[in-house]
Structure formats: C-alpha cells, structure tokens
C-alpha cells in the first residue's frame, strides 16, 4: 500500500493544494494574530511540500541536483524566521493596543 | 515471540500517548469526563505493550539481548553529498527495562491526575484545561518513550526537545501566577544552556563519523576513530570532546550543577508534574543519555569530571534540603541530591549501579511526590509542613505509601533504594581507595549524602505525619483521596521493596536478574576498565554495606530526636551553625543571584545594548536617516514639479467631479482591515486564473 503512495505524484499534490487552502482559510477568517499566523506556516509548508514532491518525481532523479529539497529547507528556515519577526510585531501590537485582533488593527484605512 | 512484533509494539508504545494528545487537544473538552481517560488509557495500553516486551527479554535473559530495525530517513548519497540520517528502533535490556518503568509511573501518575487536578467535589478544579492538561502530560510521556526507543541520537534529540517543551507547559500550567510562568521560562530556558552542548557534540559526532546510531558509535569507537590522533583537537581526543558535549546535555536535563537551577522552581507545576519530571521521565532522560554514550566517556576519560559533578551535586543538593519547609521542594532537592548519585556511579564506571538507581528511585520518587500530593490535596493545598503534623492518623494510605517511599530513599535495609545506594557507595569507596588523594572527596560525599538523605526525608514524615496538628482547621477536613489517588501510591510503595528488584529472599544481596541482565555494552575497548571497574565494587562492598547502614541509622536517629521526640530543639540545632551557611543555604549558594545579576546583567546585557547602539547609531541614523536626506533633498524638487505641472495643470483642469466620484466608492474598500484586503487578492487571484485558464495551461 505505501508503495503505491509514494509513486503517485498527485496525492503529494493535493495534500499540497489542501495545506494551502487550510491555510488561506486561517488567515482570512481568524480573529486572533498568532492564529492567523499559524495559517502563514501552513501556507508555507504546503508550498514546501510541493518543491519536495516535484523534486522527488521529475524525471531522472539521480542526478546530483537537489534544488527542490534544499529550497524546502530554505523555506523552512525562513518560515522560523518570520514566525520570530512576527511574533514580535504581535508583541508590539498587544503592547500599544491591548489586543491582537486584526480587525482592530486599521489605522491604515483610507 | 516474533522480533518484528516487538518492534511494531516499541513503535506503538510512543505513538498511542501520541495519538491521546492529538486527540485530546482536538476534542478534548468535548469527551465525557473532559477525555482523561483518553490519555490515562492510552498510556495503560502503551504499559501492557511494554510488559510484552519486558517478558521477551526476560524470556531471553540475555545481558547482550537485542532487537532492532532501522530505516533510512534521509539520504543525499545519490546528489553526491555524504549526508544519510538512518533512524529506528532499538530494544535492549536498558530500554526494555526503561519502557516498563516509565510505562507503569506514568499509568499511576496519569490515574492519580484524575484525582488531584479536581477539586473536593469531583469538579475539573481548573475548567477547560483540565483537558489541556491531559493533553500535555500524554505528549510529555509519549517523548520520553520515543527517546527510550531511539537507537541514534537524532530521535533521540528530537524526543528530548519535545520534552523540553512540555516541561515548559507543566510547570508553567498555573499561568495566573507569576511565579509558575518565571519557573517555566527558567526551566526552558537553563535546559537550553546545556542542549547546546548536546546538539553541539552531535554535530561534531556526525562530522567524525557520520551516524548518530549508536551500534554506528560503538563500531567506530572499536576502530579506534575516537582515539585517532589525527581527530583530536588542541589536545584533546574526539572522544573526550564528544563525551564532554553530550554531558553537557545531561547537566542541563538532569539538574546537575551548575544547570541545577531550573529544578527546585519548577516545584510550580502541579504535583503529578513534578512526580512525572522528577521520576519517570524529564530528569531520568539526562541519566539515560549517558549510560547510552558510556563507551565515549569512559573511552575519552570524561569519567573524573562525571563523577566530581555528580558527587558535588549530590552533596550541596542534599544540605539545602535540610532548610526547607515547602513539602514539594524538600522533595526537589533530594532528586538533585540523588539525581547526583547516579551521574557518580557512573562516573566511578558502575554501569549498573547507575541504572539500578535510576528505576529504583524513580520508582519511590513517583512515590513521594504523589505521596505529597496526597498530601497537599488533603491539606486544601497547604504546602508548608510547618502547618501539617499528625496527619498520620488521617490519611493512612499515604502515610504508610510515603513511609515505605522514605525508607527506600533513606536507605534502609528491606527496601529498593538501600540495594542501588549500596552498590554504589560501594563502588565509590572502590574508587577512592584505588585513586586516593582528591577521589576521597567523592566517598566522603557519598556518604555524608546519605546520611543527610535519611535526615531530611525522615524530618519530612515527622514533621508532616506525626506530632500535633499546626492547622486545626484543616486538620480536621483532611481526608484521603478516593481510589484513584490511594491505588498509586500503594503500587509504588510496594514496588520499593528489595524482593522486586533481585528476586532474592536476602534483603542485603542486591545482585540478582537486574545486576545480571543490564551490563555495559560488550566492546573489546571497554573489557579493561570495566574489569576494573567492577574491581572497585567487589572491593568496597562490605566495609561499604556497614557504613552506609551506620550513616542512615545515624540520620534516621537524629532526625528523630530534633523532630520526632524533639529532645533537641531544632532551634538549637540551627544555631551551631554560623550565620553565612544560614545566608548561603537560604539564598541557594547565590547561584541564581549570580546568572541573573552577574551573569545575565552585567554579562550579557552590556553585549545586547551594544548592539542596539551599533544598530540605532550606524544603522538607522547614519543608513537610512542618511538616504533619508538624500531623498528630501530629492523630493523636494519632485514637490515643485508635482505642484506646479501636476496638480495645477493636470487635475485642476480635469476638474474633481469624476475623480471624487470614483474615490468616495473605492474608499469603502480600503477599511484597513488586513483580512478584507487579502480575501480581495484571493478572489482576484482565483477570478483571474479562471478566465486566463486556457491562455495559462
């Protein structure tokens, strides 16, 4: 059974496609910054996992390019990065406003 | 049994506590009874795997007994790059023995949680996350596990940062108070000083040999690829290094000194936490780590500082107990103390030993601390013995439970803890009389230690259990718990007597199938020392034996005469001693005045404002500030050209009716708000990709 899996690329996809749109769903309906963060990561990942699968089935493999994985890892590395920033912007915010609410957050409306 | 069944039951072991998280994180306030007995029942099932496992080594009982897989997790050997991570499974005598003690402590700790993490009522005393709770302690078990099953490192690593993780969650689970969220950032945060040099020693373990598997290591350590000449670095050879580093990982999990500051603190979280991280799992994981890397230290000599942080630690740990008065920290104090045995025993080379007091103090320590829970839940959480007293009466389950549990730590004779405390003072008096000069030092601590230890523990039972009551009013409304918190106690306080542990009906035999079955890993490379090793023990063990009766007699007796019979007045005891030992045992030796006002302020503050002048003065002033001007200077022209050619020209003579018209209706959709404008670009995006789909695929 796992021998099938691992030969169809396009399970690999639409797990891909369901992490991203998981994702997406999480950023735009939650009401809470560090939620709507988690929905970044998710983003993140199911966009990592995309380069690893086509990485792992394009034609010709064993060649001694990696660029697909590596630019997994390069994801995964700034995704840390960012939740830093990140959470250190929703420190800041919750320090000048007492709540991490983003809809509370629109000094930038026109 | 077939070896691929147990393999299939050590994975399962892990992943069913696992999958208990995951569930009770999902749903957990949904389930009736808030799904306790999701996690209580998967660690249960977890617990029945594990005794299959330990009755296939026992059906073997052989000391070399081993059954492991492994699978590769990661390779780059088809891209040229030497980089192949194989992890998997490893069931030895060690982590079968280790499977059926944190199965079965956790079991009880889980079953007791039932209880204690509700009010007098039955009521969740703290609402919804009382679910939460189960869910973290299901995951803290469930890391402990997988790191005992790891037969490399790197799952190894990761089980024990999971952990670090979870300690961070217990201990913090009273968030309202202040004081529980600062130990659970200490706790985090110390254990990280000391996971460096573990992760820092992987690496360099990886770089030297390229596996973290430790059949890998041990292969590598037989080629001599330790020792080379050739991979040694300012004098030092790879397995020193390696061995160094990877203790350094033990010192910060276990609380041995200098990292010993977390521990105490994190007497914050409740009690079955403490019993979980004190006993079976957080503490323990440090121990185990070095008893598997054992060949790399003994073969870079790294035994001499294991043994001296382990005896130093025992000792200084054991004199601050003395002084306390929180029942809990009286308890935290003596896990470092013996937490301080075990990283000696080690050190002097009793591989066994080492071991043997690892399970049999966990096993009365989960006693104690549950005990102590009992206790407290009885007291209405009065946690100051020096409102207790008399409760002996009251809560009989406990107090026989925690007097069998003392005992045992005390090191009488009859119960667990004398055998693994025997064998180990036995093998430091070895040592000492082997080595001579400074390694005196370690045998005197030793035994100071456990005479202290019997001391302490027995201050506690009188202080608590006998004498008149301090607090009528609780005193009077003190009353056991229901089954649940009893059953655990009584199974523990039995598992301490000796018979568990040699199957001998000689209490002062302590070798038995334990000594027999755990035995350090056969290498060719090792056969001297511990040859040698096992010398010391046969050498010391009698005058040890006497010596280690007379000190525990002699604590146990004096402990009853200040606070049992109360012949000599505590008071009077404390005033022998001169002030600065009262000032450096009330502020802990100033080890936490050091790493926050020296260490930290004085240390790492300056570095960090450094910084922020170097970034606020060259970066913001002089770069952007600096473009700052270049572009007013621009802008300002830009202004001119805008004013006069633009706005007078352009859209004064268009006029504003069309213009204004268009802005008022566009205005409503720039609110501000963040997710209004990413749910336009989504739907933009999807509209687009739609009407462009045949020009685009």
Known sequence: MLAGLSTNLGLYLGLSAVFFAFGVLTVLTRKNAVGLFMGVELMLNGAALNFVAFQTFRPGTHDSWLHGHVFSLFIIILAAIEAAVALAIVLRVFAARRTIDPDRATELRG | ?697
């Not at chain 2, 961070?168 to 254990?191: D, Q």
């Not at chain 2, 382990?310 to 896990?335: C, E, M, P, R, W």
């Not at chain 2, 470092?336 to 966990?362: D, E, K, P, R, W």
């Not at chain 2, 400074?438 to 005197?444: A, E, F, G, I, M």
């Open chain 2, 1 to 697: 049994m077939e070896q691929s069944n147990l393999i299939t039951y050590a994975i399962l072991i892990p992943l069913l506590p696992l999958a208990a998280y995951f569930i009770q994180s999902a749903v957990g306030t949904r389930l009736p009874r808030m799904g306790d007995w999701v996690s209580t029942g998967a660690i249960f099932l977890s617990f029945l795997l594990a005794t299959q496992i330990f009755s296939a080594m026992w059906g073997a009982h052989d000391p070399s007994w081993v059954v492991a897989k492994s699978w590769t997790w990661v390779d780059l050997g088809s891209a040229g790059l030497p980089v192949k991570f194989d992890i998997g499974v490893r069931l030895d005598n060690l982590s079968a023995v280790m499977l059926l003690m944190v199965t079965l402590c956790a079991t009880l700790i889980h079953l007791f949680s039932t209880g204690y993490m509700r009010d007098h009522h039955g009521h969740p005393a703290d609402g919804y996350r009382y679910a939460s709770f189960f869910s973290y302690l299901s995951l803290f078990t469930a890391a402990m596990l997988g790191l005992v099953i790891s037969d490399n490192l790197l799952t190894l690593f990761m089980c024990w940062e999971v952990m670090g993780l979870c300690s961070y969650l217990l201990i913090g689970f009273y968030r309202h108070k202040h004081s529980a969220a600062n130990a659970s950032i200490k706790a985090f945060m110390t254990t990280r000083v000391g996971d460096t040099g573990l992760f820092l020693g992987m690496l360099a373990l990886f770089a030297l040999i390229g596996s973290f598997q430790f059949e890998e290591i041990y292969k590598a350590l037989q080629d001599g690829i330790f020792t080379d000449p050739k991979n040694s670095l300012l004098g030092f050879s790879a397995a020193a290094m390696i061995g160094f580093l990877i203790f350094c990982g033990t010192v910060g999990k276990s609380a041995q000194f200098p990292l010993q500051v977390w521990l105490p603190d994190a007497m914050e979280g409740p009690t079955p936490v403490s019993a979980l991280i004190h006993a079976a799992t957080m503490v323990a994981a440090g121990v185990y780590l070095i008893i598997r890397v054992f060949p790399i230290l003994d073969v870079g000599n790294v035994l001499p500082i294991v043994a001296g942080i382990g005896g130093f630690t025992a000792l200084f740990a054991a004199i601050l107990a003395i002084k306390q008065n929180d029942i809990k920290k009286v308890l935290a104090y003596s896990t470092l103390s013996q937490l301080g045995y075990m990283v000696l025993a080690l050190g002097v080379g009793n591989f066994t030993a080492s071991f043997f007091h690892l399970i049999t103090h966990a096993v009365f320590k989960a006693c104690l601390f549950m005990c102590s829970g009992s206790v407290i839940y009885a007291m209405h959480h009065e946690q100051d013995m020096r409102h207790m007293g008399g409760l002996a009466k009251k809560i009989p389950f406990t107090f026989w439970s925690m007097f069998i549990a003392t005992l045992a730590i005390a090191g009488a004779p009859f119960f667990s803890g004398f055998l693994s405390k025997d064998m180990i003072l036995a093998s430091v008096l070895g040592y000492g009389q082997h080595h001579g000069g400074l390694s005196w030092l370690l045998v005197v601590s030793g035994f100071v230690t456990a005479g202290l230890t019997a001391f302490y523990m027995f201050r506690l039972v009188f202080m608590t259990f006998f004498g008149h009551p301090h607090d009528h009013h609780h005193y009077d409304e003190a009353h056991e718990g229901g089954w649940n918190m009893w059953f655990p106690l009584v199974t523990l306080a039995g598992l301490s007597l000796w018979v568990v542990y040699t199957g001998h009906v000689n209490p002062f035999q302590a070798q038995g199938w334990f000594t027999q079955l755990i035995q350090p890993p056969k290498l060719p490379i090792l056969a001297e020392s511990v040859k040698e090793y096992a010398e010391f023990e046969h050498h010391g063990h009698v005058p040890a034996m006497i010596a280690s009766l007379v000190v525990a007699t002699l604590g146990i007796f004096f402990s009853w005469l200040v606070f049992g019979a109360k012949k000599i007045p505590a008071a009077k005891l404390a005033g022998i001693w001169p002030n600065f030992v009262h000032k450096a045992i009330d502020n802990l030796y100033f080890f936490d005045w050091f790493y926050i006002k020296v260490a930290i302020q004085k240390g790492l503050m300056p570095f960090a404002k450094f910084w922020t002048i170097v970034d606020d003065k060259v970066v913001d002033r002089g770069m952007v500030d600096g473009l700052g001007d270049v572009a007013n200077v621009a802008k300002g022209t830009i202004n001119l050209i805008d004013d006069v050619v633009v706005d007078r020209t352009f859209v004064d003579g268009f006029g504003g009716g069309i213009p204004s018209a268009l802005g008022s209706s566009l205005k409503v959709l720039q609110n501000g708000q963040v997710q209004r404008y990413l749910s336009v670009a989504v739907v933009a995006l999807m509209l687009l990709f739609f009407f462009l789909r045949g020009v685009l695929f």
